[in-house]
Each structure stands twice: as structure tokens, then as C-alpha cells.
């Protein structure tokens, strides 16, 4: 528009022959200016319409959503960031209870030790006492056996004496005899 003012203003015949020609293209395209201005009058109640009850409340529900997507990002932000917090906790707790399993295994084996110190203890003390108990009753075997054949090397000892004298001992004999025969294998 600014051109066609300078156009005008530096020469005036050329103003006229575009005015010419504007008149030219209006004529062959059916040009009216009263159908123009009531078209443009038209054109302007629905758009005004359009903007009110179309494209207001297209607009307004746009923005609404618009609002809704910020604050869903901003929770799945917040979501993210308790979720991070939630597994840096989850990982504390995982180290402390790693470390408290470890202090506990110790302690176990510690006292399993101790027991097994304790047991074996027993254990050796034991066989010690059974040891001591088999050696007791071993020499009280001994005993006992020294004892029985004491008395039948003196029996054999007697009968012997008796088949060889050819005469019946008397108990006193008998006595005597048992009793030099202990004594001497009793040395």
C-alpha cells in the first residue's frame, strides 16, 4: 500500500493507469463493492462466532491440557526422584543388613568354635575317663586272674603232692603248701 502512495506521488499518470487497470481486473472478475462489503461483514460474524464458541473453547480446553501435561511431568518427575530416593534407601538398607548377616556369621562361627572347643574338650576328656576306666578294670582283671590261677597252680600244686607222696594231705598240708607256692610266685 505504501508503494502505491509513492507510485502516486512521483507520477500521476501511472497512478492512473493502475487505477485502470484495477478498474479493468474488477470488471472482468464481476467486481461489486456492495457484495464485497457484505461478505466482509459476513466473514467477520463468523469468524467472531467461531472465535467464541469454537475456537475459545477449543483453546481453553487446549490450555487445560496443557496444564494437566506440566503437572503429570512434574509428578513423574517427583515419582522419579522418590523413586531414586527409595532405592538409594532400599541399597542403605541392603549394605546395613549385608553387614549386620556378615557380624552375625562371625558371631556364629565365633561360637561355633567355642563349642566345638568345649565339645572336643569333652570329647578328650572322655576318652581319658574311659581310658582310665578300661586301664581300672583291666588291672582288676589281672587281679582277678593272678588270684584264680594262684589258687589253681596251689590246687594243681596240692594234687600234684598228694599223687606224688602217694598220701592224702591233710588240710593243714594243704594250707601250707598253697600258701609257700603264693609266696614264692608272688616274688
Known sequence: MNS??????????IAQQLAKQASQVGTTFGYNGTALISNAISFLIVAVILKV???GPIQKMLEERREKIAQGLAAADKAKAELANAQAKTLDLLVQANVQ?????????????????????????????????????????LARMKTELRREIG?????TSAQVTGKILTLDDQKRLADDTNRQLAA
Open 4 to 13: 502505491l502512495i509513492l507510485l502516486a506521488a512521483a507520477d500521476s499518470g
Open 53 to 55: 464458541w469454537a475456537i
Open 101 to 141: 548377616a556378615n557380624k552375625i556369621i562371625e558371631e556364629a562361627r565365633a561360637a561355633a568354635a567355642r563349642v566345638t572347643e568345649t565339645e572336643m574338650q569333652k570329647a578328650v576328656q572322655g576318652a581319658k575317663d574311659i581310658l582310665e576306666k578300661a586301664r581300672q578294670a583291666n588291672d582288676a582283671e
Open 155 to 159: 590246687r594243681l600244686v596240692v594234687a
